[in-house]
């Protein structure tokens, strides 16, 4: 089985920063995209950002500017660093893998995280 935890969420006054963390876990080949979803109340889960296993990434229009993707292919790990943080960022975050697990095919199956809080107060 494959986990993925997720870490670094709290409570920050707007115009602060928090680091997310997440480390996936199990029986792992390859890890192709990873990133990062939120789902505020009442609302849809929604795309923050996203990273490809050489590095491209994308991010959600709201985000640009403010937050950074980061990966450690080694350690299987993705981070997201956000900067300049609004009340509108307040929200679970969750982490998302597309994680290959066996060798005799290429298939890649999607994991996510249980979340981590983010609170923005203003």
């Known amino acids: 089985q494959v986990q993925l935890v997720e870490s670094g969420g709290g409570l920050v006054q707007a115009g602060g920063s928090l680091r997310l963390s997440c480390a996936a876990s199990?029986?792992?080949?390859?890890?192709?995209?990873m990133g990062w979803y939120r789902q505020a109340p009442g609302k849809d889960r929604e795309l923050v950002a996203t990273i490809a296993s050489g590095g491209n990434t994308n991010y959600a229009d709201s985000v640009k500017g403010r937050f950074t993707i980061s990966r450690d292919n080694a350690n299987n790990a993705v981070y997201l660093q956000m900067n300049s943080l609004k009340p509108e960022d307040t929200a679970v975050y969750y982490c998302?893998?597309?994680?290959?697990?066996?060798?005799?095919?290429?298939?890649?199956?999607?994991?996510w995280g249980q979340g981590t809080q983010v609170t923005v107060s203003s």
């Open positions: 199990g029986i792992i080949i390859s890890i192709n995209s």
């Open positions: 998302n893998a597309d994680v290959r697990k066996y060798l005799w095919n290429n298939n890649y199956y999607e994991y």
